[in-house]
């Protein structure tokens, strides 16, 4: 290790260019979401957020038509076709019981929410935990652990960035590194690699894991696991891409059980069949997402809780 020359640190992809697009600094409309996350299209490989809906564990919201517009089309024409990696943290609200299924910026298909973690591979105070984590990286913890050292403002260094604010740029180093190492990855190809290398091991210790039938652990605290960048780059130099996205819809209407659709107290169980589209042009074979878009009327939102179980029962 070379001795401290007091520039702070190299960063994760010291051969990457880093830049910034000044949005948060007044009122953030649909429109000024849609043109950041299409800014320079044709330059940026990957887009970094740490911002999202208020994590006041009321908050339930999600990107507007034009910034959904802007992540469906960064996926499909980003990166010459291969798609621009959108990262995203999973948000701060911890304390206040707030839940990152709420966040539709984390749970879009397009996205990859990502977690932290504390150097003793602990669930941070303020961390969230939801379906749409797909992996987490280290960051701040408890009051006496080491937190995240940077680059910060008048080309000073700080060693005291926090929360997943500062996971989700290392996620976005890490995954800098792999495009480095193959350059055809495509932004499907990404999300694959994350979950077959994130590492179980570091995190064992917490409680809520459960394996799913396609053999992988997953905890809605950590996703998949910590990401490990060793072993998602050389899972990168050979990886064959996945097959084309396929995308079967299925829908289930569902009026008035006994003329009271949800009973406080009382739960409401919907089985929606399907067969995955088998033998049409749509047909899945291998799950990748699954989005739920439903429209319930109840007196007191906050009341409501949705448990969506796969088949195997997880």
Sequence with gaps: MAANNWKCGVGVAFNA????????????????????????????????????????????????????????????????????VYIWASGNGGRNN???????????????????????GEFPWYGEACASTLAVTYSSGAYKDQMIATTDLNNECTTKHTGTSASAPLAAGIIALALEANINLTWRDVQHLIVWTS?????????????????FWFNDRFGFGLMNAHGLITAANKWVTVPERKSCKVHVIQRNMNNTAVASGYPTKLVIPTTGCRGSNHEVRYLEHVEVRTSINYTIRGALEILLESPSGN
Aim: negative net charge; proline residues 4%; contains cysteine.
């Design 17 to 84: 260019k880093v830049g910034g697009v000044k949005m948060l600094d007044g009122l953030v409309t649909d429109r000024i979401e849609g043109t950041a996350l299409s800014y320079a299209q044709d330059l940026v490989d990957i887009y970094s957020a740490s911002w999202g809906p208020n994590d006041d564990g009321k908050t339930v919201d999600g990107p507007g038509r034009l910034a959904l517009e802007a992540l469906e089309r960064g996926v499909k024409e980003g990166r010459k076709g291969k798609g621009a």
């Design 98 to 120: 707030d839940n990152c299924n709420c966040d539709g910026y984390l749970a879009s298909p397009y996205t990859i929410s990502i977690g932290s973690a504390s150097q003793k």
């Design 199 to 215: 590492e179980l091991a570091p995190l064992v210790n917490n409680v809520g894991w459960q394996q799913n039938s396609a053999g």
